[in-house]
């Protein structure tokens, strides 16, 4: 169910049986050797990450509130391409935000949420980006100690 309030938009989820994710899901330590390390801004401590490259595509992608895992859908993807104007895109992403599973430690997908540290929970994401810019963002950013879940035609 969605409700918009003040230019807010909640949106209140129902649990999804997780065996309705039909893909897969990769952990930073699947991308070694091409991971890099960086402190937290927030608690210093050094984190390792990985990133999409910008051809990859993987737009648009979703981080969980709570933890800062990430969820990218092909579908999506096709849904968000094919929005004409800003309009319809936050209409596109509010549907398939009601379809996205809940995460595993049980908080909710946004387009908002960035990847979190895993020693303070600091939040990466760029709060000052416009929406448009956030549902196009390309580069998808894994943290160490978190999963990305990938859904496509091709796994």
Not at 23 to 32: N, S
Not at 79 to 90: D, I, M, P, V
Request: a neutral charge.
């Amino acid at each position: 169910m969605l409700l918009a309030t003040g230019g807010v938009i909640v949106l209140f989820y129902q649990e999804m049986n997780p065996s309705q994710f039909k893909g897969k899901y990769e952990v930073v330590e699947d991308k070694r050797p091409s991971t890099h390390h960086r402190d937290c801004p927030s608690c210093t401590k050094s984190i390792e990450y990985w990133w999409t490259s910008g051809m990859s595509e993987c737009y648009p992608h979703f981080y969980c509130g709570d933890c800062g895992e990430v969820i990218w859908r092909e579908k999506d993807k096709i849904r968000t391409f094919t929005s004409h104007g800003e309009g319809e895109l936050k209409h596109n992403i509010r549907e398939i935000l009601a379809e996205l599973p809940t995460c595993r430690c049980g908080g909710h997908y946004t387009l908002e949420a960035g990847p979190r540290c895993p020693h303070c929970r600091f939040d990466f994401a760029d709060k000052n980006r416009a929406f448009s810019d956030r549902a196009y963002d390309p580069h998808i950013i894994l943290l160490q100690g978190s999963r990305l879940y990938i859904e496509n035609k091709n796994r």
